[in-house]
């Protein structure tokens, strides 16, 4: 019950094009989800994050679409360039349970070609 | 801030030998992180401190492994003796607390058991 399904594993766009990244969860005490991106030799960073009051949060290229009902939560990158090229990961946590645990999503290598 | 500092940022070692891993988390930050990346298994908690005291080491894969925090500016992840399935990339992460669910990784330490 405490898993992050993400899907796909890889995934090649051309630049320009709508990187689409999917995750699901089965714990409906999650009530916090931040992706992450990570470059190579790197450590993953922060890049947006969401709360099930909204259905949506955009910032700049990045959109995450939230379906609470569904316990799905989704990663747009519009116009996506070669920079997006990374590792990203979803995550999902309870607020409540304290100790900011995070349980990750198994990751999705974008590769975004000219 | 310098970020989340860990060290070494590569280590080479051969089977049988105890292994040490370092990190320094950023100032004023109360949670401690330990993360393992390899590509079959992604990214996984090993173990968390909340103000220095372990919270939930169930990631911890088995006793050859044990992780410190002294104090707050400081911790170890410790391997004795190590294995050739232990290669992979060792992230610590600290977050802030206090509702601020942010987690902050360092640049890793990649260790390869030969």
């Known amino acids: 019950q405490q898993q992050v399904k993400q899907s796909p594993q890889s995934l090649i766009v051309q630049k320009g094009g709508i990187s689409i990244i999917n995750c699901a969860y089965e714990?409906?005490?999650?009530?916090?989800f931040p992706w992450y991106q990570q470059f190579p030799g790197k450590g993953p960073a922060l890049l947006i994050a969401?709360?099930?009051?909204?259905s949506e949060k955009k910032e700049g290229r990045f959109t995450i679409s939230f379906n609470k009902s569904a316990k799905q939560f989704s990663l747009h990158i519009m116009d996506s360039q070669p920079g997006d090229s990374a590792t990203y990961f979803c995550?999902?946590?309870?607020?409540?349970?304290?100790?900011?645990?995070?349980?990750f999503g198994t990751g999705t290598q974008l590769k975004v070609e000219l | 801030d310098a970020g989340v500092i860990q060290s070494p940022r590569h280590e080479v070692t051969e089977m049988g030998q105890e292994v040490t891993l370092r990190c320094k988390p950023i100032?004023?930050?109360?949670?401690l992180f330990w993360y393992r990346q390899t590509m079959m298994r992604g990214l996984e908690l090993l173990i968390y401190?909340?103000?220095?005291?372990?919270?939930?080491d169930s990631g911890m894969p088995e006793d050859r492994f044990s992780a410190k925090m002294p104090n707050a500016s400081f911790s170890t992840l410790k391997i004795q003796p190590s294995e050739p399935r232990d290669s992979a990339v060792y992230f610590c992460?600290?977050?802030?607390?206090?509702?601020?669910?942010?987690?902050?990784f360092g640049a890793g330490t990649r260790l390869s058991v030969l």
């Open positions: 992460a600290s977050s802030p607390g206090g509702g601020k669910n942010i987690q902050y």
């Open positions: 714990n409906t005490a999650f009530d916090y």
């Open positions: 969401i709360r099930p009051d909204v």
């Open positions: 995550a999902a946590t309870s607020l409540g349970g304290g100790g900011n645990k995070l349980t």
């Open positions: 100032s004023g930050h109360n949670s």
């Open positions: 401190f909340n103000n220095n005291v372990p919270i939930d």
